[in-house]
């Protein structure tokens, strides 16, 4: 089996639903910006994780097992993985 | 009654001394300061998880402390039917640690608060509460950022249900209303309990309030409530 390293960009965001307060205020920074074309604004975190992995899904296994674990608070935020991509072709293991 | 309360103490924590103080002066309960990489509660009566900025709030206020020794320790000593007091960051560990329902948003109007105001205690039958009367008013410090309590609709009915949430924001006068809600928390909640009744979580600080020569000393009322119930059940 051959192991890579994989390059992850995690998005952390309020569930919709959950109230954010921080959107709302930078929204309205932006609004008295002149911008008044915002709609909404959410206001999370992006984790940039470096993981070994054998392939694409199980690397995508880890992160959600990951955000579920400690990287996003189950109550009040959702987890995306927006990108992807391999760092380090590996060598073979097998 | 053996070794008394342990105050853990984790890193960045600043509300341990406070505590520690106001179980040994003001109470007069035997009190102990246990550090984070304790592995082992045993010989304690009763576990406080105290206020601060535990690892810096890196990641998430209180997601990192749960990872400690003590806390697998704290696990087991709650589950036996200990009982726990979580104040503020305290608050916030035991529900990352989800030894309590919910999480905690930035305050509704993104200030940090720092100020004196009213609590109503909306259910007794608590170690934390045995020295205070529903219904009664208490005039308590806060001081936080995060402190906008939230839950989904589902938890918060049965907290409701359970009679469960044991503090709620007040007027002086003991109105729970929006006015009185100054963090934007769910339901006015400012303290909540687990389903076994002996895990208590709350915004404000009692241990801020037991000295007389500082101000109101409602808390310290709070706090010799676990010497109340040590004695009745030792």
């Known amino acids: ?94 | 009654m053996k070794r008394g309360v342990a105050v853990l103490t984790f890193p960045g924590s600043n509300g341990d001394t406070d505590a520690l103080h106001a179980f040994q002066d003001q109470v007069g309960i035997a009190a102990e300061l246990v550090d984070y990489r304790a592995t082992s509660l045993a010989g304690f009566d009763a576990v406080v998880l105290p206020g601060g900025f535990s690892y810096g709030d890196y990641l998430r206020c209180g997601a990192i402390a749960c990872f400690s020794p003590v806390v697998d320790a704290l696990r087991a000593f709650a589950l036996r039917g200990g009982p726990v007091l979580g104040i503020c960051n305290g608050f916030q560990i035991l529900m990352e640690a989800q030894l309590l329902p919910g999480a905690l948003l930035k305050n509704q109007s993104l200030e940090f608060r720092s100020e004196w105001l009213h609590v109503r205690v909306e259910s007794g039958n608590t170690p934390w509460t045995a020295a205070v009367k529903e219904r009664e008013v208490l005039t308590l410090p806060v001081a936080h950022g995060l402190g906008n309590y939230y839950a989904d609709p589902n938890t918060i009915n049965r907290l409701r249900e359970g009679a469960r949430i044991i503090f709620r924001y007040c007027s002086a006068t003991g109105e729970v209303d929006s006015d009185s809600n100054f963090n934007g928390s769910a339901d006015n909640i400012a303290g909540i309990c687990n389903a076994g009744r002996n895990v208590v979580g709350l915004m404000p600080h009692p241990e801020r309030a037991s000295d007389p020569l500082l101000g109101p000393t409602d808390g310290a009322r709070l706090l010799r409530s676990i010497e109340m119930f040590l004695a009745v059940t030792a």
């Not at chain 1, 995690?10 to 910006?33: I, S």
């Not at chain 1, 994780?49 to 296994?61: K, P």
């Not at chain 1, 990951?66 to 073979?92: C, D, F, P, R, Y």
């Open chain 1, 1 to 94: 089996m051959t192991e890579m390293v994989w390059r992850v960009e995690l998005v952390v965001l309020p569930k919709d639903g959950v109230n954010d307060p921080q959107g709302e205020a930078v929204k309205g920074g932006l609004d008295k910006l002149g911008h008044r074309t915002i709609e909404r604004v959410r206001v999370g975190r992006h984790l940039q994780l470096d993981i070994r992995g054998t392939s694409e899904s199980d690397v995508r296994a880890q992160v959600n097992l990951m955000a579920v674990q400690l990287l996003a608070n189950q109550v009040i935020e959702q987890s995306s993985i927006s990108a992807m991509s391999v760092l380090k072709s590996g060598e073979a293991t097998g």
